[in-house]
Structure formats: C-alpha cells, structure tokens
C-alpha cells in the first residue's frame, strides 16, 4: 500500500479546494456538470446527461460551491481496464457514447408513427422519455409509472429530503405540465403485468393491452425484505420511495425517537446521519465486523464506522437480528441472538435490494441478477430495452456484466437507451458513479467495484484529517477512485480510470504532481 500525506500544499499545485464541514443539500449535478450560479430545472440535468458539460440545479448551500466539477467527462482511450488476453482489442471509448454500433441483434426499423412504451416512471424511464423527443421521435410515449407520483430522484430522500431541508417540489425530474407538453402520456398508479415480446403486446393490471412497437423496461429495484418474527409489525420501515421518506421524514423531525437500522450500507449509513444529526437515538445493527467493508475495504469501511461513532451513533458489528419484538401490533425493540432486546421507536432495515425482473422473466427474456443487456441496453428480444438498477448491462471497458443501483447510472442510462430505441449506435460505457453526505465528510466515488477486490490501494493525502483521494489499482490500472472531501478532481479521477494504462503508484500518491500528470 502505498501513501503520501502531506501535512501541507503548495498553492501552486493545489488545484481544488478542499473545504469540510457539514453538508448542507449536494446539488444534483450529473458527473461532469459546473455548479451553476443559480437554481435550475432538473431537466437540464437530465438533458445534458451524455455530453457531461451542462449546468444543472443548484442549491444555494456551501456543498454547492465547493462540489464544483465533478465525474465523467468525455475522454478518447484505447485501453483496457484489465490486461487483455492474447490476440484480443479493446473497444475504442469516445465519452459515453460510440460512434461505432456493436450490436448484432438488429430490430425493426423506426419511423415517426411507431408506438413506444416506457414500463417504470423513473428517472431512467423519464429520462429517455425526454431525450426520445430532443431526438426527434414523433410517435406516441407511454411512461407507465407503479406510484402515484410523477417521476422523481432518489438521492435526496435519505439526504435533504428527509432532513426537512428540501421540500417536496425540488425531487421531481420534471413540472407537472412537461408530460402533456411534449406529447408524453403519463399514467401513474399503472402496473404492468404480462409481456408478449414476439407479439409486441403489453398487459396492464387493469386488464387494458397495449401495442408498442418498442419497449424500455425502467422497473428499478425493490428493497429485500426480512423474513424474521416481528417483521410486519408496526414502526418497521423501508426507504425507497418518495412516500416512504415522507413517512420518516415525519416521524424524525421532532427529535427524541429511538431509531435502530438494521444493515449499515449507503442508505442505512446516510440515514443514521440524517436521523442523529435532527436529534434522535441511533442504533446501528450490522451482521459484518466492519460496515461498508464490501464496498470500500476494512480501512474505509472503518473510517465510516468511527465517523458514526464520533457523532453519537451506536454502531454495533458482528451481530445477528432474530425478531422484532412487539405490543399490540406495534414494535417495541429488537431482539438479538442470545436474547437482548436493543429497545427501539422505529426500525428501518436496510439489507439491500433486488431488481425487478419479474415482468421480463415471465415473458421469456435473459434474466441473471437482472435483465441481461448488450452495450446498447438491448435485451435478448431486439425491440426490448432496459436502463437502470435493472439492468444487468455489458461494459465494454470493463469488459464485464454490470448492475448499478446509482442514480448517475439511471441519468445517463435512460437517453442511451432511447437512442438505442431509435436505431441510433450505442455503447454505453458511462463510468459508474455516486456520492454520500454524511456528517461532516462528503464522498464521491467512481469506477468498478468488482475490479477492486484484491486490488492495491493507494492514497493521496491526508488520511487523518479526512482529506484525500484513494486509488484501487488492479494490474497497475485505477480501477476505482474515491475522494474524500477533496473537490474538483472527479474528472481527472474518471480520465484515469478511462485510460486504462499503468500508472507508478508513487507518483499517484504525490501531491506535488497533478493527476494530469500522472
């Protein structure tokens, strides 16, 4: 492992600004996107999704000014992120999108008049909605969504939102009237139950059939369930949806509640933040020794683990829930292997989630930890799409399967699907992408995490203050970087992953050399 902390820089060589303190509302700002001076609609945000150089919504907060530029600008490579075996290329990367169309499966012709459906009013499925008609579409779009709600973003709802810094208005992607205005018919509360891929057919709950000549599946993930004693009681929550949050939201702002998590990963971990900094009791139980440790490490996942416990969270490891304890229908703690009841007002679990395939592996399509997708988020049928958490997506860097559950992953995964649907070449090779708020440290990672177990890590910085960069470094390639409430250097971060080539970890971790070049 390498390490260069440095207690001090140059101001010559220091080329972002490095400010800590608690975040106050991450503005939305798709990887790559400038703070903008002023508040703006999130369909800009979503309109700029794969050229990474628009401006999104801000929000007047000092989280804004110092998050800057951050991931995913467009770079040309012809490396490989791993080392290539004998006799094999690697695919020419040109930003998110290729020129050249790798797609074998074909799929009929669009014109104007055709009839395309979007199963799943998220921000993957309103994203594509939208860029179906920057491209030009004049068919009809059907954005059939399961929730009564119009399409929304997810990060806030364990962050400001939750916190009551946030209203209501800022989590939509788009107003109320941008549907009707660009010809897109919204149906909320819809359900899809019943796909025919050969005859083109799509069942609603209601008993009504759809035709459509192209399909995008944007059915997202659901959050897993614990299948112990207790677990329908009332007080035991889960936080997915806009309602969901609200329901917290509520319950939390007064302060003076006991709020146990069940399961420590990102939303878990934001919403114990979220939950303790507004005054509450926070317990933490997690079956691992180190929470996050999946994802980040022992090290990392340890310095998550001290951050909750410096701020009055009981984060408890190594344990195993059994039951939820009650009275009358309602929770009054939770009870552990050996017996302790750890007491408790309100239990949220967080224990991950699972894709919701059922709609496409009832109508026969490939389904593997999702819907299974070419480059060109192309099912096994042609005329068949899927973006999102759902999507079980091939990376041509990476040269692997990936299933993200971010939301960059569904902003930039939506338009390429929708030009993908209009017979557009698509290879989508978007570097995975998410950011946390927690407290005082604010985190912004990209890259493969499957790449980097096993990989070096090195770092950049200072560790003890809580400033830094960390690198994964697999072959000698960056697989992955994470900064750490350092600002301004996600795009340096993503060139490196992009170029694919070794690197010399000495000079990674020297703070006296730019990234560029390194």
């Not at 106050?24 to 050229?51: E, I, K, V």
């Not at 169309?101 to 994203?127: M, N």
């Not at 399961?146 to 939102?161: D, G, Q, T, V």
Request: charged letters at 20%; one cysteine or more.
């Amino acid at each position: 492992m390498w390490s260069c902390c440095a207690s001090s820089r140059s101001p010559a060589t220091r080329r972002h600004a490095v400010r800590k303190g608690r975040p106050s509302g991450r503005p939305f700002l798709h990887p790559g996107a400038r703070p903008a001076p002023q508040r703006r609609s999130f369909s800009r945000l979503a309109a700029s999704a794969a050229s990474a150089s628009g401006e999104s919504r801000v929000s007047p907060s000092r989280s804004a000014e110092r998050r800057g530029r951050q991931s995913g600008a467009s770079h040309e490579s012809g490396g490989c992120l791993l080392p290539k075996p004998p006799g094999s290329t690697c695919p020419r990367i040109r930003g998110r999108l290729h020129d050249e169309s790798t797609s074998e499966r074909g799929g009929t012709p669009v014109v104007k008049e055709q009839d395309f459906v979007i199963v799943g009013a998220s921000l993957a499925g309103a994203s594509a909605a939208k860029t179906l008609r920057e491209e030009g579409f004049a068919g009809s779009i059907r954005l059939l969504g399961a929730e009564p709600h119009h399409p929304y973003i997810r990060p806030p709802l364990s962050k400001e939102f939750l916190a009551g810094t946030a209203d209501r208005g800022t989590v939509f992607v788009e107003s109320d009237d941008w549907y009707a205005a660009n010809q897109v018919e919204f149906r909320p509360s819809t359900r899809a139950v019943g796909l025919d891929p050969r005859g083109h057919r799509l069942t609603l709950e209601s008993g009504e059939t759809l035709a459509w000549d192209r399909l995008l599946l944007a059915t997202g993930s659901s959050p897993r369930r614990l299948a112990i004693p207790g677990a329908d009681l009332g007080g035991v929550h889960y936080l997915r949806t806009l309602d969901d949050s609200e329901s917290l939201r509520g319950l939390l702002a007064g302060g003076g509640r006991r709020l146990v998590l069940i399961g420590s990963g990102w939303i878990g971990m934001e919403v114990a933040a979220t939950a303790r900094a507004l005054g509450n009791e926070v317990v933490i139980l997690e079956r691992d020794p180190i929470p996050l440790a999946n994802a980040l490490g022992d090290e990392l996942g340890q310095m998550f683990a001290d951050l909750h416990r410096e701020h009055g969270v009981s984060l408890r490891t190594s344990v195993v829930v059994e039951s939820i304890a009650g009275a009358e229908g309602r929770l009054t703690g939770v009870v552990l292997a050996g017996g302790e009841v750890v007491p408790a007002d309100l239990v949220l679990v967080g224990v991950g989630a699972i894709p919701n395939v059922g709609l496409a592996e009832a109508a026969g399509l490939e389904v593997d930890n999702g819907i299974v997708v070419n480059e060109s988020l192309q099912t096994s049928h042609p005329d068949v799409f899927a973006a999102g958490d759902v999507a079980s997506a091939y990376h041509p860097a990476a040269r692997m399967r990936l299933r993200s559950e971010h939301w960059a992953n569904a902003l930039h995964g939506g338009p390429a699907a929708a030009r993908a649907m209009l017979g557009q070449a698509v290879s989508f090779d978007a570097i995975p992408y998410f950011y946390t708020d927690q407290f005082d440290l604010g985190m912004e990672y990209s890259g493969f995490g499957p790449l980097t177990r096993g990989a070096d890590l090195v770092f950049r910085g200072n560790r003890g203050s809580r400033e830094f960069i960390a690198f994964w470094l697999a072959a000698g390639t960056v697989v992955a970087g994470m900064n750490v409430n350092v600002w301004d250097v996600n795009d340096a971060v993503q060139s490196l992953i992009r170029r694919g080539a070794p690197v010399d970890p000495g000079r990674l971790a020297d703070e006296s050399i730019p990234l560029d070049a390194v």
